[in-house]
């Protein structure tokens, strides 16, 4: 057998791909088509125009920490007064960074021991030029 140009083994090798490329599983059937949308409703007054199924509305973000609506009501009209905060989590990092420098078991204080700390937390803010 003679040998082969460069020309006949570039063709042999076209040649054996197309084979092997006939012999694989043919590829799967396209997507139907989508569906025509529904036909628009007129928009009147006071409604809104329906394009489909309705999707559930995300529930509001709320605290991370299960607060009473009334400390959640007042940390947000403060936050709204003040722009202390970027973030929430700006707020509960502070909020926790208090806690944390209170010592263990300060939260069963009774209301009369809870009313002195927090009056000795704003007179010292006070003290400092912080004022609530």
Known sequence: MKPRTAA???IEM?????????????????????????PARPQGPGFEL?????QPKPKAKGPGLPLTKETWRRLRERQTATREF???RDMGEWAA????ALPPGAYQL???AKTELLRKLAEWA???GLRP
């Open 8 to 10: 006949e083994q570039q």
């Open 110 to 112: 009774g209301d009369e």
């Open 97 to 100: 960074a208090l806690l944390l």
């Open 86 to 88: 970027r973030t929430r």
């Open 126 to 128: 006070e003290a400092r």
């Open 14 to 38: 076209l040649r054996q791909m197309k084979e092997a490329k006939t012999k694989r599983k043919p590829p799967p059937p396209a997507a139907p088509p989508p569906a025509a949308p529904p």
């Open 50 to 54: 329906d394009e489909g199924p309705r």
